[in-house]
Every structure is written in C-alpha cells, then in structure tokens.
C-alpha cells in the first residue's frame, strides 16, 4: 500500500464492510446487552453496547486487511484487540465512532449511525455516515463532493448529488443552554439530551438533509461524529464554524480525540442568522 491510497479506492472499500456491520448491528439490537455502561456525563455519553466493541472490531480487521500500514483510532480504543497492530505514525488515518448515538440503539430506535472518516496528514478527506435502519448513505469525498445512496451502492459513481435542505426553523443543541435561550423565539431549539423527546420525529444530524433540521450547535463536540458529519454538511452545501464564526480545527487538523465548539447549518443565511442571534445584547 502507498502511504496516499486514493479517497475512492478507501471510500469504496469500506461501503460494503459498513453495510455488513449494520446489519450485525440490526440483528442483535433486539437482544441486545451488555457491556456495563462507561464512564460519562449522560446517558448519551455513557451508552455502550456488544455491538460498539464488534463493529469496531470488524471494521478494525478489514482495515488491516487492505491498509494495514494506516492508523486507526475508534472510539472504543480502550478496548481494542487491534490498536497494537496499526502504525499510530502513519499519515494516513481511518477513524471509526461503531455506533453513534448508542443510547438510541439501546432503546431500540433508529437514528443511530455508523462514522467512518480518513484523513491524510490530518486533512480530513472523506466522512461516510450509514445508517442500517435506513439503509442509506451519507458522505463527502475530496474529488467528488457530497454523495448519497442505498445500501446497496458499491460505488461512488452509484451515488446522487447530497444537499441540505434549509427552512426547518429547527435547531439541536448540545450542552451549551445559553444558546437555546438566544435562539428562543426565532428558532425551535432543543438540547439534545434534556429535551429528549422521541415524538419530534428527528432521526440525527443527518435530518440537515432531509428539511427537518436547520442547525447543530454543540460545546465541545467530539471531532470523530459532530465533526465528521459537519464535514458532510459544509460540503453538501451547508456551513459550518465555531460558535463566534471563526474556523473549524476539524477539516485541517483533524484529531478523532479532539473537540470544539461547532455551529453547522444547512446554509450560510441560516448561519448569519444565528450567528447575529448569539451575539446580540
């Protein structure tokens, strides 16, 4: 292997080896048990299950398979049965989140996700997002923009043009409630943790595609999901930055183990907008 694989070659790699662990997934969730939760503030971040640990592992030995000279880092790295393996050097870097939003596959929803994403010398060059229940695709590709398509698509080229779709009015958030007190009365703003509520019909971040969600805002998002999926987001026509406007670390200097504050829209009149919210008096 090169120390530069092309983004198709690695993308279209992993498309099939990601459909395989959702349906892993998929099978066992109504079973589903164990391990003891983790360590974490909340439910969210406490949540974690069989199927964290097998994805990753599944994931981590097809990675070895066909790029054993890259890194790897997943979320479940503490657990790991392959992180000896991988060069943690290499430029080069595949990282997993196995399942994102594991409090929901515990409780037997649907809008979770898998997140794989490369870098090259820590440039971010593609993001994929599958989510089994869906059976569906989204993604951004250096080269070849913002894609997305069923699980059955084996190829970049299988896939349509991804947009996001603005004029929700609807906002998520995550642990910053400053925010949702700026955007009250403009926006239908939730946290989404201490307004959880299954009724409002919103799958995850990815609803930024679908008309349902105008805007993320985040304190110290994970670089390894929030992040991931606002790379989609910026390139699917989307904007995103820091809560103050300035530049995201995560698309040039992408650490999996970093965070920052985010604001992701799904344009950037929205993103003025919000932005103007925030630092009125």
């Not at 929803?109 to 820590?122: C, P, Q």
């Not at 250096?142 to 698509?153: D, H, I, K, P």
């Not at 989404?192 to 971040?205: E, G, M, Q, S, Y």
Request: charged letters at 20%; proline letters at 6%.
């Amino acid at each position: 292997m090169s120390d530069n694989p092309s983004v198709r070659e690695m993308v279209e790699y992993f498309l099939p080896v990601l459909v395989t662990a959702g349906d892993y997934a998929l099978a066992i969730q109504p079973h589903i048990k164990g391990p003891e939760p983790k360590s974490g503030s909340n439910p969210w971040t406490q949540a974690i299950t069989d199927a964290d640990l097998s994805i990753q592992n599944l994931v981590e030995v097809a990675a070895l398979a066909r790029y054993p000279e890259a890194a790897f880092f997943g979320e479940e790295q503490a657990q790991s049965l392959n992180d000896k393996y991988f060069d943690s050097a290499a430029p080069t870097l595949i990282s997993l989140d196995p399942v994102n939003g594991t409090f929901l596959y515990k409780n037997q929803m649907e809008g979770w996700d898998i997140v794989l994403s490369i870098a090259h010398n820590r440039k971010l060059v593609a993001a994929i997002s599958y989510m089994p229940a869906k059976r569906k695709f989204y993604l951004a590709a250096e080269g070849f923009g913002a894609l997305t398509g069923s699980s059955e698509c084996r190829k970049l080229s299988n896939m349509r043009p991804l947009l996001t779709i603005p004029g929700s009015r609807v906002c998520l958030t995550y642990r910053i409630p400053e925010v949702n007190q700026r955007l009250h009365g403009a926006f239908d703003c939730f946290d989404i943790v201490t307004d959880f509520d299954p009724a409002r019909c919103l799958d995850n971040l990815n609803d930024l595609f679908t008309g349902k969600l105008d805007a993320f805002a985040c304190h110290q998002g994970d670089f390894l999901d929030w992040g991931a999926t606002a790379y989609i987001v910026s390139t699917a026509g989307g904007y995103a930055t820091t809560l103050d406007g300035g530049l995201l670390p995560v698309f040039d200097q992408f650490n999996p183990q970093s965070t920052a504050d985010m604001l992701v829209t799904s344009s950037q009149e929205v993103h003025q907008e919000i932005l103007n919210l925030l630092a009125s008096e």
